[in-house]
């Protein structure tokens, strides 16, 4: 599988990259021979949570075994330096390491978390003082939210190694500045951060469809059959992320291992048809009879 | 919303401060995308009184664009005005005749040394399925008005067509293939051909309506062919 260098953290990561919330819906067995699976397609990024139910805990034991094959990524959502460290130190509890590759802010969404996690007591503080403690690496940050927010961090945050963020056709399509993500990766890129691209395999939202009732343990609705994977994973990787994050339903991961084996890039004209195919087909009504 | 295709053809193309005449104006997408990229003005010409009040909403009607209610063969503009042409999608809907007069008008405006844009479709491919909902469209305007409401003509024809008015040509670049015909685009194209004949009572119009009625958008639809750019220069 292709690798490419994760910013300037000395690591080259797979193009793919195992979201292991995938196995927070699998038995443990089913969770070991998930972690065999993607290590033998090559997948060598690895990302969990603490918030993906048991995902850490059945990561544990495959991650112990095969340790040094694993470039391990982590997050947490606390914002001040007390809970960013019980928290690093309980995914170390959980996950039975000594050690995360990959520490990042969790969901950045607002402004003012910007200013608590770089405040003197705030996350990043507790971050670097676990890096020079060996217990973590890297420092990397994800987001959902604005690409402004997004590029303020990079300004604010001069140690920030890596960024996670949605990047797929629908996003790419809309030239409005709320989803220019397109400008995080450009800067980030020029700024020697390596970028992690999620919702690369997103369709839409659910609607009213009860969560009791959706088919993917995903919060929207993925793409679900071989060739749309396959078309969004060319996408996002084409659009030149380090690495493109599976959705979190474990049925969906074999289907994004197969169209990351098979990645050779994606010409500017299939990138654009990709795009105006999915702006014309989330057009409610017939905007005109050309592209 | 400025479309990826419109984007990708303009990119090249020196926009700012020029002056531009975007020839059948649709929704206005090269319209906007005319002005974002700093376009000092900009006239969008288009017959269509929908297209012309959609455009209209969308930019304006003001100091840098100018909707103009006109067909592209009788253009109500002076010569050597333009710097800039484009016409986006427009060949496709003109028949050769068509084709051949509105490049003429299009090449009387044009300034010297100005660029002309030509963004259009290469034939579909044997096989795909958006070929019938084509043939369709044709046979009900044919049977209508006695004319093609498509033609999709290949690279190499608009581009001699042009070199035939004066331009030369400066490149061709592909914008979209396959093509993503949606089920969106079936059902336009359907209710056009609809509409098209709704005055029509003979038996070919009735079994043209049966087999329109019979199209299922989302089985129609299907990526196929090419959407491509050219973009000419005429002499200084």
Not at chain 2, 7 to 23: F, H, K, S, T
Request: net charge negative; aromatic share 6%; hydrophobic share 40%.
């Amino acid at each position: 599988m292709e690798t490419r260098p994760l910013g300037e953290t000395g690591h080259d990561s797979t193009v793919m990259t195992f979201g292991a919330i995938a196995l927070n819906w699998l038995t443990q067995e089913g969770a070991n021979q998930m972690v065999e699976h993607v290590l033998d397609a090559g997948v060598n990024h690895f990302d969990v949570a603490p918030t993906y139910g048991d995902a850490e805990l059945k990561l544990g034991p495959k991650l112990r075994q095969h340790r040094d094959e694993i470039f391990l990524g982590c997050k947490t959502q606390a914002r001040d330096y007390e809970g960013a460290r019980e928290k690093l130190e309980r995914s170390l509890d959980r996950l039975g390491v000594d050690q995360i590759d990959l520490y990042q802010v969790h969901g950045l969404e607002y402004e003012h978390e910007l200013d608590e996690i770089t405040d003197d007591d705030g996350a990043l503080a507790a971050f670097r003082d676990a890096k020079d403690e060996g217990l973590i690496e890297h420092i990397g940050l994800t987001s959902h939210g604005s690409p402004q927010l997004i590029l303020d961090a990079i300004d604010r945050i001069d140690d920030l190694e890596t960024l996670m963020f949605p990047m797929n056709p629908v996003v790419v399509g809309k030239d409005d500045d709320e989803h220019d993500y397109a400008a995080v990766l450009e800067r980030a890129e020029s700024e020697g951060v390596g970028t992690l691209g999620i919702k690369a395999f997103a369709r839409g939202p659910w609607g009213e469809r009860p969560e009791a009732d959706r088919p993917f343990a995903n919060w929207y609705e993925p793409v679900d059959r071989p060739d749309e994977i396959r078309e969004r994973f060319d996408f996002a990787a084409a659009q030149g992320l380090t690495s493109v994050v599976n959705p979190g339903d474990p049925k969906l991961v074999t289907m994004v291992v197969d169209a990351a084996r098979r990645y050779d890039g994606m010409d500017d004209a299939a990138q654009r048809a990709l795009v105006e195919k999915l702006r014309h087909e989330e057009s409610p009504v017939p905007e005109q009879l050309h592209h | 919303m400025v479309p990826t295709t419109v984007r990708a053809a303009l990119a090249d193309q020196p926009v700012a401060d020029a002056v531009c005449l975007e020839a059948g104006a649709g929704v206005g997408n090269t319209t906007e995308g005319l002005l974002a990229a700093g376009a000092e003005r900009v006239y969008a010409v288009t017959d269509d009184p929908a297209h012309a009040r959609a455009t209209r909403e969308r930019v304006g009607d003001g100091a840098r664009a100018a909707v103009v209610r006109a067909d592209v063969r009788a253009v109500p503009l002076p010569d050597d005005s333009m710097d800039l042409i484009t016409a986006h999608g427009l060949c496709n809907v003109l028949p050769p005749d068509a084709l051949d007069a509105a490049l003429a008008e299009l090449s009387r405006v044009a300034a010297p040394g100005a660029r002309l844009v030509v963004d259009d479709y290469d034939p579909l491919p044997a096989g795909a399925r958006m070929r019938e909902v084509v043939a369709l469209a044709n046979a009900a305007s044919d049977l209508s008005s006695g004319e093609s409401a498509l033609t999709f003509y290949p690279a190499r024809h608009l581009r001699r067509v042009c070199e035939g008015w004066g331009w030369t040509v400066e490149r061709e670049t592909t914008l979209l293939e396959p093509v993503p015909w949606t089920p969106a685009h079936v059902r336009a194209h359907r209710d056009s051909a609809r509409e098209a004949l709704a005055d029509e009572s003979n038996a070919a119009a009735a079994a043209v309506r049966d087999a329109l009625d019979r199209l299922d958008p989302t089985r129609a639809a299907g990526d196929a062919g090419r959407m491509y750019s050219l973009a000419f220069r005429r002499p200084a």
